[in-house]
């Protein structure tokens, strides 16, 4: 199953962003909680002076806050998402105080060409068919400086069947009404490193986290 645009949009604002946080942190929990992991995933990410970064879909704002405590006092980052219902709740996070909050749809972003030094896409294009994937990753690159880096972090497929089993437990991949199900494993089929180097970017990097259960992909425009 696979929702309609719309139906993602009015699940998400007024269903999911009300538990939202809670269920990230209970998925975080095999993995020493959800403020250790999120540091741990942006560990291979350099940060310069200055950096002028996007997180794309950012939700209620868990990755967008891990991103700003890695940013210097020079530095700005900005949140798109397209459910307000998430960005709402994101203004509840104190380390937001100074951050812009825009929605928007991540596929067609408000902003100029060569604009960001750094773009996220933080646990979102698992839930996207390959299409729309694919049109957010060439937004990335259209709105990065020359130089630029995307940045995805994402879920992956772990080499051990065991894990596999765990994971697939833990995150309810057996419920037949998990809607993320379809995209997932077409993500995980084409493989993110293939369509980011297939969005036009280059030196594309993958650093596989907790056994393969998550990975950070990095391209440079």
């Known amino acids: 199953m696979v929702l309609s645009r719309r139906a993602y949009k009015w699940f998400y604002d007024h269903v999911h962003s009300h538990y ?23 560990a291979p990410v350099e940060f310069a002076r200055g950096d ?10 868990g990755a967008t806050s891990a991103i700003v405590t890695k940013v210097r006092d020079d530095g700005r980052v900005t949140g798109l998402d397209l459910s307000i219902g998430q960005l709402r709740m994101a203004t509840r996070r104190p380390k937001l105080g100074r951050v812009q909050l825009v929605t928007g749809d991540a596929a067609c972003t408000p902003f100029q ?7 996220f896409i933080t646990h979102a294009i698992h839930e996207m ?8 990753l ?19 497929r772990p080499g051990s069947f065991w894990v596999r089993l765990f994971i697939g437990l ?9 809607f993320e199900n379809p995209t997932r494993r077409d993500m995980l089929r084409h493989g993110v490193v293939e369509e980011v180097r297939e969005a036009g970017f280059s030196e594309v990097t993958k650093d596989s986290n ?3 259960v998550l990975q950070v992909v990095q391209g440079v425009k």
């Open 170 to 178: 833990w995150f309810f991949y057996w419920l037949p009404l998990n």
């Open 138 to 156: 060439a937004e990335a690159r259209r709105i990065l400086k020359n130089g630029g880096k995307v940045v995805v972090l994402e879920l992956d």
């Open 20 to 42: 939202y946080d809670i269920v990230m942190k209970y998925c975080f929990l095999p993995f020493g909680g959800e403020t250790k992991c999120r540091a741990e995933l942006l």
């Open 210 to 212: 907790y056994r393969g």
């Open 52 to 61: 002028e970064i996007l997180d794309m879909c950012c939700g209620t704002g």
């Open 129 to 136: 068919p390959r299409e729309a994937r694919l049109r957010v």
């Open 113 to 119: 060409d060569a604009c960001f030094d750094k773009v």
